[in-house]
């Protein structure tokens, strides 16, 4: 199995106590994803989020209609959370957010550990078009990260 890794950071304005609790509500989730997935929370209410919460989504992805479950591996506020996929498009998919302080910000850090299903014909999908669609989501979430924690107030 090939496992592919991103990594990407960014400088938050906010300490990681005033960051993290934006991630604690699944909802947020929903803001922070890109529109084209057209991805929901399905998980009723308010999940609490904690070692062991399991969260169900729907997103539709290349007209593709797609159930994903994870469940919350660690968490440990405000330092650092880790999800992993229970059911859903890839063979893996582990994924660690940090939150470390970094003078008066937070620098958050999400590192994806993934691998794709179907062997060769998964190896070709993830040249053709998953690293880059895992990029276009990854580099709209930057922004709406920053724009969440703006709206919220976090360092107010």
């Known amino acids: 199995m090939?496992?592919?890794?991103?990594?990407?950071?960014?400088?938050?304005?906010?300490?990681?106590?005033?960051?993290?609790?934006?991630?604690?509500?699944?909802?947020?989730?929903?803001?922070?994803?890109?529109?084209f997935l057209r991805f929901r929370v399905l998980t009723p209410g308010a999940p609490a989020m904690r070692a062991g919460a399991e969260l169900d989504y729907r997103l539709r992805l290349h007209g593709?209609?797609?159930?994903?479950?994870?469940?919350?591996e660690v968490w440990d506020p405000p330092c650092r959370f880790v999800d992993r996929q229970l059911a859903g498009p890839f063979r893996l998919w582990h994924h660690t957010h940090d939150f470390a302080p970094d003078?008066?910000?937070?620098?958050?850090?999400?590192?994806?550990?993934?691998?794709?299903?179907?062997?060769?014909?998964g190896a070709?999908?993830?040249?053709?078009?998953?690293?880059?669609?895992?990029?276009?989501?990854?580099?709209?979430?930057?922004?709406?990260?920053?724009q969440l924690v703006e709206r919220s107030g976090a360092a107010a």
Do not use: C
Not at 4 to 32: C, Y
Not at 64 to 72: E, G, N, Q, V
Not at 103 to 121: F, K
Not at 130 to 136: F, K, N, W, Y
């Open 64 to 72: 593709l209609p797609l159930r994903w479950r994870t469940r919350i």
């Open 103 to 121: 003078g008066d910000a937070t620098r958050m850090r999400d590192v994806v550990r993934y691998a794709l299903p179907l062997g060769p014909a």
């Open 2 to 35: 090939k496992i592919h890794v991103l990594t990407r950071e960014q400088l938050l304005t906010g300490s990681p106590g005033e960051v993290f609790p934006l991630f604690a509500d699944a909802r947020n989730l929903e803001r922070i994803t890109p529109p």
């Open 124 to 146: 070709a999908a993830h040249a053709a078009f998953v690293r880059r669609d895992l990029a276009r989501i990854f580099d709209f979430r930057r922004v709406a990260v920053e």
